[in-house]
Protein backbone atom coordinates (compact mmCIF):
# COMPACT_ATOMS: atom_id res chain seq x y z
CA UNK A 1 0.00 0.00 0.00
CA UNK A 2 1.53 3.38 -0.92
CA UNK A 3 1.75 6.61 1.71
CA UNK A 4 -1.68 8.44 1.64
CA UNK A 5 -1.77 10.99 -0.84
CA UNK A 6 -4.22 13.08 0.57
CA UNK A 7 -1.07 14.39 3.19
CA UNK A 8 2.08 16.20 2.77
CA UNK A 9 5.45 15.58 3.83
CA UNK A 10 4.70 18.01 6.76
CA UNK A 11 1.57 15.84 7.61
CA UNK A 12 -1.20 18.42 6.33
CA UNK A 13 -4.26 17.39 4.84
CA UNK A 14 -4.33 18.97 1.24
CA UNK A 15 -5.65 18.37 -2.18
CA UNK A 16 -3.75 16.43 -4.97
CA UNK A 17 -2.50 18.12 -7.32
CA UNK A 18 -3.53 16.08 -10.45
CA UNK A 19 -2.51 18.89 -13.19
CA UNK A 20 0.29 16.31 -14.87
CA UNK A 21 -1.66 13.67 -15.20
CA UNK A 22 -3.31 12.49 -18.38
CA UNK A 23 -7.47 13.07 -18.89
CA UNK A 24 -8.27 9.40 -19.68
CA UNK A 25 -12.15 7.84 -19.91
CA UNK A 26 -12.39 6.92 -16.62
CA UNK A 27 -15.36 4.70 -15.18
CA UNK A 28 -16.29 3.51 -11.24
CA UNK A 29 -19.27 1.06 -10.44
CA UNK A 30 -19.95 1.10 -6.79
CA UNK A 31 -22.90 -1.01 -5.19
CA UNK A 32 -25.08 -1.56 -2.13
CA UNK A 33 -28.28 -2.54 -0.37
CA UNK A 34 -30.93 -1.73 1.77
CA UNK A 35 -32.41 -4.20 3.70
CA UNK A 36 -36.10 -3.96 4.85
CA UNK A 37 -39.55 -5.52 6.11
CA UNK A 38 -41.37 -7.51 3.21
CA UNK A 39 -44.16 -5.23 3.53
CA UNK A 40 -42.06 -2.11 3.06
CA UNK A 41 -40.56 -4.40 -0.35
CA UNK A 42 -43.99 -4.60 -1.70
CA UNK A 43 -45.34 -1.00 -1.22
CA UNK A 44 -41.99 0.14 -2.94
CA UNK A 45 -42.90 -2.47 -5.98
CA UNK A 46 -46.25 -1.44 -5.74
CA UNK A 47 -45.56 2.43 -6.68
CA UNK A 48 -47.79 2.79 -3.59
CA UNK A 49 -45.48 4.49 -1.28
CA UNK A 50 -47.07 8.14 0.40
CA UNK A 51 -44.33 10.39 -0.80
CA UNK A 52 -44.51 9.15 -4.74
CA UNK A 53 -42.32 6.75 -6.80
CA UNK A 54 -39.72 5.69 -4.50
CA UNK A 55 -37.13 4.14 -7.08
CA UNK A 56 -37.55 7.07 -9.39
CA UNK A 57 -37.13 9.86 -7.08
CA UNK A 58 -33.98 7.82 -5.72
CA UNK A 59 -32.29 7.47 -8.79
CA UNK A 60 -32.63 10.95 -9.19
CA UNK A 61 -30.85 11.90 -5.59
CA UNK A 62 -28.15 9.28 -6.78
CA UNK A 63 -28.01 11.46 -9.84
CA UNK A 64 -27.24 14.47 -7.56
CA UNK A 65 -25.12 12.50 -5.10
CA UNK A 66 -22.49 12.09 -7.58
CA UNK A 67 -22.74 15.53 -8.89
CA UNK A 68 -22.07 16.85 -5.59
CA UNK A 69 -19.33 14.72 -4.63
CA UNK A 70 -16.63 17.30 -4.51
CA UNK A 71 -18.91 19.91 -2.33
CA UNK A 72 -19.49 16.90 0.15
CA UNK A 73 -16.07 15.47 0.44
CA UNK A 74 -13.37 18.28 1.17
CA UNK A 75 -10.43 16.89 -0.95
CA UNK A 76 -12.51 15.86 -3.37
CA UNK A 77 -11.90 17.35 -7.06
CA UNK A 78 -15.08 19.06 -8.94
CA UNK A 79 -15.06 16.73 -11.89
CA UNK A 80 -16.88 16.90 -15.20
CA UNK A 81 -19.36 13.83 -15.20
CA UNK A 82 -19.92 12.10 -18.77
CA UNK A 83 -22.41 9.62 -17.44
CA UNK A 84 -24.12 9.07 -14.21
CA UNK A 85 -26.76 5.38 -14.22
CA UNK A 86 -28.28 4.68 -11.19
CA UNK A 87 -29.64 0.67 -11.86
CA UNK A 88 -32.23 -1.13 -8.62
CA UNK A 89 -32.74 -4.42 -8.10
CA UNK A 90 -35.31 -6.05 -5.14
CA UNK A 91 -33.55 -8.57 -3.43
CA UNK A 92 -35.90 -11.19 -3.95
CA UNK A 93 -34.75 -11.16 -7.80
CA UNK A 94 -30.79 -11.28 -6.46
CA UNK A 95 -31.52 -14.41 -3.85
CA UNK A 96 -30.19 -12.56 -0.82
CA UNK A 97 -31.28 -13.82 2.44
CA UNK A 98 -32.48 -10.57 3.53
CA UNK A 99 -35.05 -8.47 2.05
CA UNK A 100 -34.22 -5.20 0.11
CA UNK A 101 -33.44 -3.37 -2.54
CA UNK A 102 -29.53 -3.49 -4.11
CA UNK A 103 -28.24 -0.55 -5.43
CA UNK A 104 -25.46 -0.07 -8.22
CA UNK A 105 -23.85 3.37 -9.98
CA UNK A 106 -21.74 3.77 -12.64
CA UNK A 107 -19.85 6.48 -12.98
CA UNK A 108 -18.01 7.99 -15.98
CA UNK A 109 -15.81 10.87 -17.27
CA UNK A 110 -12.74 12.15 -19.19
CA UNK A 111 -10.47 13.57 -16.74
CA UNK A 112 -7.17 13.66 -14.49
CA UNK A 113 -8.67 11.66 -11.96
CA UNK A 114 -10.96 9.11 -10.84
CA UNK A 115 -14.41 8.66 -10.48
CA UNK A 116 -14.83 6.17 -6.98
CA UNK A 117 -15.82 8.83 -5.04
CA UNK A 118 -18.83 10.27 -7.05
CA UNK A 119 -20.28 6.25 -7.95
CA UNK A 120 -19.98 5.50 -3.85
CA UNK A 121 -21.58 8.66 -2.83
CA UNK A 122 -24.22 8.06 -5.59
CA UNK A 123 -24.94 4.85 -3.91
CA UNK A 124 -24.88 6.24 -0.71
CA UNK A 125 -27.38 9.10 -1.80
CA UNK A 126 -30.03 7.08 -3.38
CA UNK A 127 -30.16 4.19 -0.54
CA UNK A 128 -30.67 7.29 2.19
CA UNK A 129 -33.41 8.26 -0.05
CA UNK A 130 -35.38 5.04 -0.05
CA UNK A 131 -35.03 5.03 3.72
CA UNK A 132 -36.34 9.06 3.95
CA UNK A 133 -39.12 7.88 1.74
CA UNK A 134 -39.87 4.77 3.07
CA UNK A 135 -39.19 5.49 7.16
CA UNK A 136 -42.64 6.21 8.03
CA UNK A 137 -43.53 2.66 7.37
CA UNK A 138 -40.31 1.00 8.24
CA UNK A 139 -37.84 2.39 11.04
CA UNK A 140 -35.31 -0.37 11.23
CA UNK A 141 -34.06 -0.75 7.29
CA UNK A 142 -30.36 -0.62 7.39
CA UNK A 143 -27.82 0.46 4.61
CA UNK A 144 -25.31 -2.40 3.91
CA UNK A 145 -21.69 -3.25 1.98
CA UNK A 146 -21.98 0.09 -0.04
CA UNK A 147 -18.18 -0.47 -2.09
CA UNK A 148 -16.45 -0.15 -5.03
CA UNK A 149 -17.08 -2.91 -6.99
CA UNK A 150 -15.37 -1.69 -10.36
CA UNK A 151 -13.27 1.11 -11.80
CA UNK A 152 -11.56 1.54 -14.76
CA UNK A 153 -8.56 4.27 -16.48
CA UNK A 154 -6.09 5.98 -15.09
CA UNK A 155 -2.15 5.13 -14.23
CA UNK A 156 -3.34 2.67 -11.90
CA UNK A 157 -5.39 0.70 -14.65
CA UNK A 158 -8.35 -1.46 -13.61
CA UNK A 159 -9.53 -3.04 -10.43
CA UNK A 160 -12.43 -5.57 -10.14
CA UNK A 161 -13.04 -6.69 -6.83
CA UNK A 162 -13.76 -9.96 -5.30
CA UNK A 163 -17.31 -11.08 -4.84
CA UNK A 164 -18.25 -11.16 -1.11
CA UNK A 165 -16.96 -14.19 0.54
CA UNK A 166 -14.25 -14.97 -1.50
Keep these: MSA ?7 GQAHMVDVAA ?4 HRIAIASGRIEMQPSTLALIEAGNAKKGDVLGIARIAGIQGAKKTSDLIPLCHPLALTRVAIEFEASSARK ?4 GIFCAAT ?7 G ?3 EALTAVQVALLTI ?6 VDRGM ?10 HGGR ?10 D
Design 4 to 10: LTHFDAQ
Design 21 to 24: KAAT
Design 107 to 113: VETVGPT
Design 156 to 165: SGSFLAEAPG
Design 131 to 136: YDMCKA
Design 96 to 99: LDAI
Design 115 to 117: VEM
Design 142 to 151: SIHDVRVVEK
